[in-house]
Every structure is written in structure tokens, then in C-alpha cells.
């Protein structure tokens, strides 16, 4: 979850790095520190707290202007946010300055071990076992980069490191293991960080690494090899959007912004996906077709907001293709023992594409020989480097904390999928699919109305900010719309928010209904009026002891009216695509009430973009 960044090149590093901490802050912001090499001696400054923090201390002590730095922002795991435990950690011979995201899971054993050589530890921090290790390779007379592979080979867990030496000037090491890295690769001078964000204000040009592997850095070289010293193929690529998408644009939040890009980023997601003869074609996607045929069940594996836009995926999945369709939480799949086999498609969802429970779930699901799609918002990451197949998202980069985009564009791709999956099996005829992506392929300004209309909510928002507690009900597709609006508030308002199935109101969540209490409702289009007429009756019950109503309908239905306290229309779509629009109004509503709160909105606290660590 951490944000790392190490340069080398003829700029002045501590000014890169700092920069790009900035931009990566939303990966972590316990702490953040920065490490320079002059003269033949590390010299560092690292601070609790925000990166705000650092600069102060920047400002009354200063690090020399040199060509080599390291830097990080950091998501505490081991030993509390304090000046002692930020990164970089320095070796305690002084020749080795490390930063590490990730868990070092047998740092206990190797702690112990150093110790009894007499080595001082300063920190509570597993990163620091790392840096001893590192400091007394290279005491030994190893080169750095021998070093850093005979230090990996002894870790156990996920990690990215990346490290300096005081006796190797101009260059920098760098190692992963299930813990995201990239080499941005520039003209006379090369990074290496956790996001490409940390650089694409000088290069577009990046280099995945890959599993076990480490990478060896100079302004005009960069040398891959695996852990035991085998040179490494490389795998560059070309970053597709530039320094302006990952800046607020005048916006307050970045969340704000992220929000108000959804129809755009719904769009780019659709785009491309109709061949010449008029059947859905998803490029990334290269299992044959004959192995989808024999497909018997699909079980999609997410987290977090991903895992509510798997919900939505299984109401679609299913309806379109007549597969049974399970969602699991990522981070309980492997350990219940699953009953997987090669006729089982695993679907995993993740923006990043370095979620380390959803990781460890496609490797489980690979071992047992199911077929693995990802659905990822991220080029070159590690979830679909290790799928059999993958459809990206191109929602371009989501920095908020709080997914938005990148939720909405995850449900747009498993519409996609769930159609291709019909294309390919025949449950569904082609102008089945047609009408069905012609609808998708409206959404984007509908997107838009609703963005359009949401004036009201700062003033329903200001209503809100002493309550104590917001409900959301929903049905079918209606009940991940609710799980994920509680979510919302949850992560960025601090308030307990619950979502539930309207039909399980009466099975014990309407004990929780007391006068005031505010209820978002998202009710199903008119079309489905069996379900359309509970939600409604759902309504009128909570009405009646006490609650506030604020009520999700599409326009046009009337019915609604008599008991919604408040009213939000929707604009009128399918059953199954109402999500895309549906949720759009809750984000906002937990936008506006963290931003009266007086919370910070983009970086919530004890929460990171990117959860790389089990």
C-alpha cells in the first residue's frame, strides 16, 4: 500500500522524488521520508504524518542537491506511524538506505538472528530486518545487487525494496515479490516506483518487473535479472495518459473529479468493443472460444467496492448466459477450499491490480487449472500479467481512495463480459447482444443528466452531518448499489452505514428504523413490478416508524411519490444497467458530507488506494 520512487539522472532527486511522493500519497500517508546519496554518504530525512510534514522539515534542514534519491510514503503495518519507523531505514553500518512496500512475514526469525550479532534496531518495523540484512551483504564485500538477490532469497512474503549504497554512486537497486514495481525509463535518466504516476511527468516509457525478479539502475542502464542472478526478459510499455489526468483540474477533491469523469471513463471502457461484422470482440481476451463453451460455473473473486461490482456482474452473468455464478470475497476464497476445477471461469476484479487477496486467489484458482479473467484498470499490473485473459477498463487514474470511476467502469466490464460469454455460448441472439450494447452504449450521457441534477445534494448533505447512522435499501441489482453507497460513507464520512436487501428488512434490520433515522432506497424500474411494488411497500414501512426517506426512482414513476421525504430521479434504463446510474448520487451524497464534516476526502484515514499486503 506504500508509495515508493527512487531516480537517478542529472535532475535534483530530492526534488523528483519529493514530487512524486506527492503524487502517490494517496497510497500511503502515515509517514514519508526521502534519502539522497552525496559525497559518498546517505543522507536522509523522513517524518510522521503527511507529506506536508516532510517538506517542513525539508525547509529547516535541507539534503544536498545530488542525482540519486529514494523515497516513500508509507501505510503503517508494523510498528505505529512515527518519525522512528518512516522510511528509508537506514543499515546500521550506514553504507545501506532501504524503503520497502510490503510484509516481510519471517522478519521476526531474521530480527532475532541479527540481534544476536549485536545489531541495534531503531525502528518496530519488519523493513528494517531488510536493511541490516542488505547493510552486512554489502560489508561482506557483495555487490549491491548481489546483495539485494541474496537478501530476497532469504524473505518470506510480499515486498517491493528498492535501496542505495554509499559506495556505489549513480545507482540504485530494486526487487519485488508480490508487491507492485515499474521502471520508468527516460532519456539520461531512469525511476523506478510503485505507480507510474511517480514519473509520468517525465516519461511515458515504463517497464513492467516481473515476479522475483531485480532490477539494477543507472541514469543510462537498467539491468533485469531473477533472484539468483538469471538475466530477465523485459516487458515495456507505453502509459496512456499524462501528469494533467492525475491532477485535480480545478476540482476540490479528487474524488470530485473522479466522479464528474465517469461518463467519459464509461465511454472509454465501451469503446472499441464491436468487430466489423457487429459481434462483441474484447481484444484482451484470448481464451478460445471452445474452452468458454465447456464453462459450468463462474465464480467472480474481488474486494472491497470491486467485490459489489461483482454482485451486479452475478445478476447479469447469470441472466445472460444461464451459468451459475458465485461471488466470493477475495480474501476468504482460498481459505475455504473451493471446489474448483478446469471447467471453472474465476473473474477477478481489482482497480489496481496489485490487491494482494485477490493475487493470492487467482494463483490458488491457476494451481486447481481454472480459466482466470481480469478485470483491471491498470496496464502492465501483476493481477492480469498472471490471468489467462483480461479486460482493462481505461478509466484512466483514480486517485480518491474511494473508488468512484473505478467502480462504475468495473461494472461496466462485466456487462461486457457477461455479453461476450452470451455471444460465445449462444444463450442470447445477436440482436439480444445488439440492443443490449446499443443500451450500454447510451449510458454515458445519462451518466452525465444524473450528474447534472445533483444540485440538491450538498443541501440534503448539510441535513446529515449529525447523524449517527444511514441505512440503503435495495433490490436486485439495487442491493450492491446499496452495499456500495454505505461503503462510500463508511470510508470517507466515519458514520455506520448499513446496506441491506429490501426483503430482508422485516428479517431484523428494521429494528434499527427510529425516528430521523435517514433510508436511501433505490427502487427498481417501473418495468419490474413485482419487484418495483415490494420496494415500494419496503418504503411505506420504514415511513411509518419514523424514518426519513430519501428515495432513488426513475423518472416517470409516480408511484413513489406519496412516501419519499426526498426524491432523486433517475434516468429510465434496463433493470440490469440501472447500477450505472443509480450510484452516482450516493458517491456524490458521501462526497458532500466528508467535505462538511471538515474530512479529507481523497485520503481517509487508516485506509490506502492500493492493498497490497494480506
Excluded at 519488519?126 to 561482506?140: I, Y
Excluded at 515499474?182 to 516481473?210: K, M, P, Q, W, Y
Aim: glycine share 8%; proline share 5%; hydrophobic share 45%.
Amino acid at each position: 500500500m506504500c508509495g515508493i520512487i527512487g531516480y537517478v539522472g542529472p535532475r535534483v532527486a530530492r526534488e523528483v522524488v519529493v514530487d512524486g511522493l506527492r503524487r502517490m500519497e494517496y497510497r500511503g500517508y502515515d509517514s514519508a521520508g526521502v534519502a539522497v546519496l552525496d559525497g559518498g554518504a546517505i543522507e536522509f530525512r523522513k517524518k510522521a504524518g503527511k507529506i506536508a510534514n516532510l517538506d517542513a522539515e525539508l525547509a529547516i534542514s535541507p539534503l544536498p542537491d545530488t542525482g540519486l534519491g529514494i523515497g516513500h510514503t508509507r501505510w503503517a503495518t508494523h510498528g505505529g506511524p512515527t518519525d522512528d519507523n518512516a522510511h528509508p531505514h537506514v543499515s546500521a553500518n550506514e553504507r545501506v538506505a532501504l524503503i520497502h512496500n510490503g510484509i516481510i512475514e519471517n522478519f521476526a526469525s531474521l530480527r532475532s538472528e541479527l540481534v544476536a550479532e549485536g545489531v541495534v534496531f531503531r525502528s518496530q518495523t519488519d523493513t528494517e530486518v531488510a536493511a541490516q540484512l542488505l547493510g552486512r551483504e554489502v560489508s561482506a564485500g557483495a555487490d549491491l545487487a548481489e546483495a539485494m538477490r541474496t537478501v530476497c532469497r532469504r524473505l518470506e512474503g510480499a515486498f517491493t525494496l528498492v535501496a542505495i549504497d554509499a559506495d556505489n554512486a549513480g545507482r540504485l537497486v530494486a526487487a519485488r515479490r508480490n508487491s507492485p514495481l515499474v521502471v520508468g525509463v527516460g532519456d539520461g535518466e531512469n525511476f523506478v516506483a510503485s505507480d507510474v504516476a511517480a514519473f509520468i511527468e517525465f516519461t511515458r516509457h515504463a517497464i513492467e518487473l516481473g515476479q522475483d525478479e531485480v532490477v539494477d539502475v543507472t541514469a543510462d542502464a537498467i539491468t533485469i535479472t531473477d533472484f539468483f542472478g538469471e538475466p530477465a526478459p523485459s516487458h515495456p510499455f507505453e502509459v496512456t495518459w499524462d501528469l494533467s489526468a492525475a491532477e485535480k483540474g480545478g476540482y476540490d477533491w479528487f474524488m470530485r473529479k473522479e466522479i464528474y469523469e465517469q461518463p467519459k471513463a464509461v465511454a472509454d471502457t465501451l469503446l472499441g468493443r464491436y468487430a466489423a461484422d457487429g459481434s462483441l470482440k474484447l481484444d484482451e481476451l484470448h481464451i478460445p472460444a471452445s474452452e468458454l463453451r465447456s464453462i459450468d460455473k463462474i465464480i467472480v473473486v474481488a474486494c472491497g467496492s470491486a467485490y459489489y461490482a461483482g454482485l451486479v456482474a452475478k445478476y447479469a452473468i447469470e441472466h445472460w448466459t444461464r451459468i451459475a455464478c458465485e461471488v466470493e470475497i477475495a480474501s476468504e476464497f482460498r481459505y475455504r477450499d473451493p471446489i474448483i476445477d478446469g471447467s471453472t471461469l474465476v473473474v477477478t476484479i481489482s482497480q489496481s491490480g496489485e490487491t494482494a487477496d485477490t493475487l493470492m486467489a487467482i494463483r490458488h484458482a491457476r494451481e486447481q487449472r481454472a480459466k482466470v479473467i481480469a478485470i483491471c484498470n491498470t496496464n502492465g499490473a501483476t493481477i492480469p500479467r498472471e490471468s489467462d485473459a483480461v479486460i482493462y477498463t481505461h478509466a484512466g487514474p483514480e486517485i480518491g481512495v474511494a473508488s468512484t470511476k473505478g467502480f462504475l467502469t468495473q461494472v461496466a466490464a462485466c456487462y461486457l463480459l457477461g455479453l461476450y460469454l452470451a455471444q460465445v455460448r449462444g444463450t442470447m441472439f445477436d440482436d439480444e447482444i445488439h440492443a443490449v450494447m446499443t443500451e450500454l452504449a447510451a449510458t454515458p450521457p445519462l451518466i452525465q443528466q444524473v450528474l447534472d441534477g445533483l444540485g440538491p445534494i450538498k443541501e440534503l448533505a448539510a441535513r446529515f452531518v449529525g447523524t449517527k447512522s444511514v441505512l440503503f435499501l435495495g433490490r436486485h441489482v439495487g442491493y450492491p448499489v446499496a452495499l456500495e453507497g454505505a461503503l462510500k460513507l463508511k470510508e470517507i464520512a466515519y458514520l455506520h452505514a448499513e446496506g441491506f436487501p429490501a426483503g430482508e428488512l422485516k428479517h431484523g434490520p428494521i429494528a434499527l428504523v427510529e425516528g430521523g433515522v435517514p433510508i436511501f432506497v433505490v427502487v427498481p424500474p417501473q418495468g419490474r413490478d413485482q419487484l418495483h411494488d415490494k420496494v415500494v411497500s419496503n418504503i411505506q414501512e420504514v415511513r411509518a416508524r419514523g424514518a426519513l426517506t430519501i428515495v432513488l426512482a426513475e423518472a416517470g414513476d409516480a408511484e413513489v411519490e406519496p412516501y419519499a421525504d426526498v426524491l432523486f430521479r433517475l434516468p429510465k434504463v434496463s433493470t440490469l444497467l440501472q447500477p450505472l446510474v443509480a450510484t452516482v448520487p450516493l458517491q456524490m451524497f458521501a462526497c458532500e458530507l466528508a467535505t462538511l464534516k471538515g474530512y479529507d476526502v481523497d485520503q481517509p484515514r487508516n485506509l490506502a488506494k492500493s492493498v497490497t499486503v494480506e
